[in-house]
């Protein structure tokens, strides 16, 4: 019985999910986040807004930016040091860049940050454990940034998280980023697997083998794998065929006058019968060794069984430039459960992804000025009143 209930006690500890940070920017939001004021920089104002449209006023209230081409810092303790060692991590957030348009320019992303930050001065030179979050400029630039601190040098994903031209818009999105202890990760879009795999297959981690700076290519290394056929030699004649012949078709027009219009010649025509310049046919490569690469030997930097992205962090924040304001953060969470991540996605973001359409549709109709094509629209219409109301000439007796 007691080893029963020591077997229940354990299940339901490994079960236990530990919520770092929670965030809604309800209630005293303010006494929770600290603004930063790095030097040198003209910094922009966050206030916590639901936007211009919105399906819910309370709920879709976020940290929004508020200035055009402004600096913007800030930060919050979380309840408790977020580590992740031989656990997960999750971080999700949703941002909503409400002006966005093809000219749109902002960052998105929220940084893991360690206990040593100075929140009052938070900056861009300030040390991070992770920054994650979407990064778009116009259509060029969209995708989502994974950045990991290893020792002291910013490691950028090796090819980057497209976003889809369907998913660059103005409505509220949802970020997520999964770090197994294993070394794998996934990072979801909307609650969709947007990128998976291994953390030291896509980013600039210690490999266990590297390339052994010492081998070198041998001077008789034979790489090439086709080469010309030897035997192939060019047929007689071959370079005697012209490009172009006259029209054999073309006949001198009636009216054509030798005297006054001079010799008459056939127009030029492609020859069917030329084959370009000649080139002998390929054939492989008898003498060829496969494609060089130097030996492996072991990387003395790979440190055997240490977990990657293994971090203490005590501080989340924002810390961007953005050319655009209008852009609102919400529902930032950071806890080792990507279940319970996954239920307050779909509950807290969901019922606002199901309803901004039409919101954002209502809200245009009210507020947006007539584009030029309607104003012109409705000037011809104006004139055509006009002509209509007045009254026609008499003519003259």
């Not at 936007?51 to 930016?65: C, F, M, S, Y």
């Amino acid at each position: 019985m007691l080893a029963r209930a020591a077997a229940l006690a354990m299940c339901s500890f490994a079960a236990a999910k530990t919520v770092y940070f929670e965030e809604n920017f309800s209630g005293d939001w303010q006494k929770r986040w600290v603004s930063g004021a790095p030097a040198g920089k003209e910094m922009g104002k966050f206030e916590v807004t639901s936007g211009k449209w919105h399906v819910d006023e309370e709920a879709n209230k976020g940290l929004t930016t508020t200035e055009d081409m402004r600096f913007y810092s800030i930060s919050a303790k979380m309840n408790k040091k977020a580590s992740n060692k031989g656990k997960p991590l999750v971080v999700q957030f949703s941002v909503k860049h409400e002006e966005h348009q093809y000219a749109f320019c902002g960052g998105g992303y929220l940084k893991l940050l360690p206990d040593k930050l100075k929140q009052a001065t938070f900056g861009g030179d300030d040390e991070y454990n992770i920054m994650f979050g979407p990064d778009l400029c116009g259509y060029d630039v969209s995708h989502i940034h994974l950045i990991f601190n290893h020792k002291g040098e910013n490691l950028l994903k090796d090819d980057k998280i497209s976003l889809e031209y369907a998913d660059k818009n103005e409505f509220t999105h949802l970020y997520t980023a999964i770090i197994q202890p294993t070394g794998e990760y996934e990072v979801l879009f909307d609650n969709e697997s947007k990128s998976k795999g291994k953390l030291i297959d896509n980013w600039a981690f210690p490999k266990e083998k590297i390339d052994d700076p010492e081998d070198k290519k041998p001077a008789d290394w034979v790489d090439e794998k086709m080469i010309a056929d030897p035997a192939d030699k060019k047929p007689e004649g071959y370079d005697d065929i012209p490009a172009q012949i006259p029209d054999p078709d073309a006949t001198k027009p009636e009216d054509w006058d030798d005297e006054d219009d001079g010799e008459w010649e056939a127009p030029l025509i492609d020859n069917p019968d030329f084959k370009g310049e000649w080139e002998p046919k390929m054939i492989e490569n008898p003498a060829y060794k496969g494609e060089w690469s130097p030996k492996q030997i072991d990387n003395p930097k790979y440190e055997a069984g240490v977990q990657l992205a293994n971090y203490e962090s005590m501080y989340v924040g924002f810390e961007l430039w953005t050319v655009n304001n209008g852009t609102i953060f919400d529902n930032i969470l950071v806890t080792d459960d990507a279940d319970y991540a996954k239920k307050q996605g779909e509950e807290l973001w969901k019922p606002t992804k199901e309803g901004e359409a039409d919101k954002k549709a209502a809200w245009d109709k009210e507020n947006k000025p007539e584009t030029p094509e309607e104003d012109e629209d409705m000037d011809d219409m104006d004139e055509e009143d006009e002509d209509l109301d007045e009254e026609p000439e008499k003519d003259e007796l």
